[in-house]
Structures are given as C-alpha cells and as structure tokens.
C-alpha cells in the first residue's frame, strides 16, 4: 500500500497570506488527523476528520480550519498567518477505530516570513 | 483530564546497553497505549502498542514496552542499543473505546553514542 502523502513539502510564507496543505491518506483509511510539530511546542494536535466530520478538534484559534473529502483525502487551511505559525504539519491516516495506530506522513514545512 | 507524561527530555545510553525511556499516563477508563519514534527529518513512524493481553509488548527494530497499570506506566525498552535508535520518541494514550483523540507526551530525545 502507498504510504501518506503530504503536499507541499515546503513552504514559504509572507505574514497575512493563506495557506492550503494537502493530505493523501492511505487506501481505505477513513480518518485523516493533522498535528503541529515545533521545537519548542512538541506535538500539537490540530483536529480530525472522520467520513468526512470533523471528530475532536485541538486547541487553535479559528485561523486554522480543515475538511475532508469523500475520498478521504483532506486539505488543511491557515489564514492570516503569522510568524508562530512556522512548523512542520504532519497528517496521519488510520482506520478510525479506537485501537488503530496513526501513519504519518512526511510533513509540510511551513515557514513564515 | 487525561494527560501523558515523558519524564526526561533527554536519555543518553552507551551503544550495546539496555535503554529504557519513560512514559505515565492519566486516563478514565481502559488505556490504549502508543509508542512512535521519528528520526531525523522524518516523519513519526509506529513502533508497538498496548491495547489488552500480555503487558510485555514486543514491536518493531526490536523494541518493547511493559504496561504497568498500578504504576500508570507503559516504558519503552530496547536490551542493546544500537547508534541507529537516536531519534526522538513519543508515547500517546487513548482512553477507552469511545475515545478516538490520541494524547501525546512531549517527546523523548534518546542518544545512543558509540
């Protein structure tokens, strides 16, 4: 099976401007969940999406939004960025039940200038 | 509220020593427990969890973990490190069947030197 894809692998960014990521999760797996990764932050969870719902949602503000698509696959969008905002997004697809493990995939980096 | 805990920042074990790297929880209800490591400009990769059975769980690159549910504890272990294993290691719960939101500990970075 092909594993998780992200696109773009890298970003650059001006303060102010949008940003779109994308997520490919594996075949068959109906949950798609995107984290942000900083040095300093560690591993933040940002939401999941399931069957096309958004699940559980982390703590960010309301800049940062995502969706999902009938087939699976699932964009993240931030708005407005700002310089905090610079880090690796991860995706992670699993199948959605409770005892699943999460795949990531190999990130966006997002820099924001 | 649910939480997990990686005591140490930073564990630095001598290459063919045992390593052990650290991980509590707090969680109501029957934990499911995760261990993942991501390696140097990688993305995080699953190495073993926990869900129910035996507490000695065995996983890839020849890692395991003992759950400990008196202690809240689920070690990550390795009997001969190799210089291969530095990386930085993340353990995560999730609590009970009806939760699908899996909680991370900040992350462990573990060096083995030669």
């Known amino acids: 099976k092909a594993g998780v894809t992200q696109t773009p692998r890298y970003l650059i960014k001006t303060r102010g401007q949008q940003v779109t990521l994308s997520c490919s999760p594996i075949s068959g797996h109906r949950s798609v969940s995107w984290y942000q990764q900083t040095p300093g932050q560690g591993l933040q969870f940002l939401f999941e999406y399931f069957s096309e719902t958004q699940r559980n949602k982390g703590n960010f503000p309301g800049r940062f939004s995502g969706r999902q698509f009938s087939n699976s696959r699932s964009e993240m969008n931030v708005s407005t960025l700002e310089l905090g905002d610079s880090a690796l997004y991860l995706c992670a697809s699993s199948s959605g039940t409770s005892l699943g493990e999460q795949f990531f995939g190999p990130g966006t980096r997002l820099t924001v200038l | 509220a649910q939480s997990v805990a990686q005591p140490e920042d930073q564990v630095n074990v001598a290459e063919g020593n045992p390593l052990t790297v650290k991980c509590t929880y707090s969680?109501?209800?029957?934990?499911?427990l995760f261990w993942y490591v991501q390696y140097p400009n990688r993305g995080l990769q699953f190495l073993l969890k926990?869900?129910?059975?035996d507490n000695l769980v065995k996983g890839s690159y020849g890692f395991e973990a003992e759950f400990n549910k008196s202690q809240t504890s689920f070690h990550l272990k390795k009997p001969s490190a190799l210089v291969s294993d530095s990386a930085l290691y993340f353990c995560?719960?999730?609590?009970?069947?009806?939760?699908?939101?899996?909680?991370w500990g900040a992350g462990t970075k573990l060096i083995i030197k030669p």
């Open positions: 926990y869900i129910t059975g």
């Open positions: 995560a719960v999730r609590a009970g069947d009806s939760n699908y939101q899996l909680i």
């Open positions: 969680v109501s209800g029957n934990p499911y």
